[in-house]
């Protein structure tokens, strides 16, 4: 049955390259760059807007187009009635990653240029997605909540925007910048599962709605952004700092894997992470909890010293979206709000280069068996 040489194969495509992008690097070792701008030093200056501008259009705007590009997304962001509609037929305690990926899916048939995969209509659809999934987040949070959606104020930015849709309340200046830097550290990734997914569903021709449902769905996993959700609940059941390294030995003895912990290409730390400790820090004193942080770093001191393993970005963001007051069931879609540019422009740069992406298997199953007939 062999005819070809055993190919070679790394499990779960550890360290493969699976293709080229110029949008986002991700250095081993604790580096990130949208298109080759260190995120360190523009996370926490500029808007998600500009970043999105910039992961999308591959060049910083300038001022004219960063405040169109701002009022584009704000103009954007209502959604069609019967997909308002549709999340209120979702039953009550559906996951709002759920719902969002549902959302998408319906959003795609009511754009009028789902099946134009040109560059230029790939941008305008980027857009309108990018101000939609919040909508999905917002209203369908309200909606399943027995509460009304609240009318757009389409002159909030999207972080700005987040906050008003939940609570009906524009959030301090303090607040909406620290959403805009959680929004930019999350914005891209590379060749992250939910982007890969992205690009694969992309590679067939297939529309960006199509695409960003699939990552969507890929996202939802615990062992990818369902990490900040998983890890929220874990820092509650910890609850103290002094009971984080009994609670820690207890779950490694018995082989449990620590959410917000490793990290497939980080192996010296994640780059995110000084950024949003520090915003954990900052919004202990702000807040009065100031408990979540020290449970964090001594979960980060005992596992370092047991397993050599250091945290990333979803163990901070845990206690920091929680501290802005979301429930931790919006942890997820949140990153969802933010990481859909990089779905997007990851989409716009698969169609403009496109090839199929399909890879082989290893086959490990029977060999050479004969059919012995139909069953009698
Ligand atoms: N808790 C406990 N052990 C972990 C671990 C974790 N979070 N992450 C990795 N390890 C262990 C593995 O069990 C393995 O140990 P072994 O060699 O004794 O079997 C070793 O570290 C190497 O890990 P590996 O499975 O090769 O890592 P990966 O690249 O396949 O997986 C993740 C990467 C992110 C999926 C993994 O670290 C994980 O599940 N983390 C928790 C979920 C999470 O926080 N995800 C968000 C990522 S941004």
Redesign the pocket.
Known sequence: MTTETKPAYSP?L?GVIAGETQICWVDPNAGLAYRGYDIHEMGEKATFEEVAYLLLNGELPNAKQLADFTRAIGSERQIPQPVTQMLGLLPKETHPMDMVRTGVSMLGPFDPELNDHSHDANIRKAMRLIARVSTLITDGWRIAHNEKPIPEKPELTLAANLFYKLTGEVPPDWKTRMMDTIFNLYADHEFNASTFAARVTASTMADMYAAVTSACGTLKG???GG?NEE?MKMLEEIKTADRAEGWLMDR?AKK?????????VYKTG?SRVPIMREIGRDLGKRTGKEEWVPICEELERVMERE?Q?YC????YAAPVLTMLGFNFALNTPIFAASRVAGWCAHVVEQHDHNRLIRPRSLYTGAEDRKYPGPPK
Do not use: E, Q, T
């Not at 990333?312 to 163990?315: G, S």
């Open positions: 779960g550890a615990p062992l990818h990490a890890s490694l449990a894997k620590i959410m917000g912990f490793g990290h497939r994640d397993k393993l990333n970005v979803d163990l």
